[in-house]
């Protein structure tokens, strides 16, 4: 029997009080992939051990995007990533645990290297954008939000 084996990574789905969702355009370097070009994200990473899940929220958002200050955080979905992780001559699933994410600031976006752009989308655009990584399933409940 052939498996396949998955990394496991959690997702911040950050929305501000207009309703907005905050994307983050990945950048081409740090990819391991190019052939997807560089596509809009979400913020996130993958679990250190022994590391909670809030933990880890709260660490990929402020390494991602500045934000210090996570105000509430609630599950949203658990999904099958469209894209696979090039892993010497095979790849590797990607299976993400995403959260919706409340901040207090969100005015003074502060990107890493890993993404080039940061912008606030309306649900509706951000579900379209996100169709790269995220099944339709996922992408519909995003911009019903």
Excluded at 1 to 23: C, P, Q, R, S, W
């Amino acid at each position: 029997m052939n498996e396949d084996t998955f990394h496991l990574g959690i997702k911040a789905l950050i929305k501000n009080k207009e309703g907005k969702v905050l994307l983050l355009r990945v950048n081409l370097e740090q990819l391991k992939n190019h052939s997807l070009g560089a596509y809009w994200d979400i913020p996130g990473g993958r679990i250190h051990k022994n590391s909670s899940v809030e933990e880890t929220l709260k660490r990929e958002i402020e390494e991602e995007t500045g934000i210090t200050s996570i105000t509430s955080f609630s599950k949203l979905d658990m999904v099958l990533s469209n894209i696979r992780i090039p892993e010497g001559e095979t790849s590797l699933g990607l299976i993400l645990g995403i959260y919706i994410c409340e901040v207090n600031d969100t005015t003074n976006i502060k990107i890493s290297e890993e993404h080039t752009d940061a912008k606030w989308f309306d649900p509706k655009e951000a579900a379209d954008l996100l169709k790269v990584k995220y099944p339709a399933d996922f992408c519909s409940k995003i911009a019903t939000l």
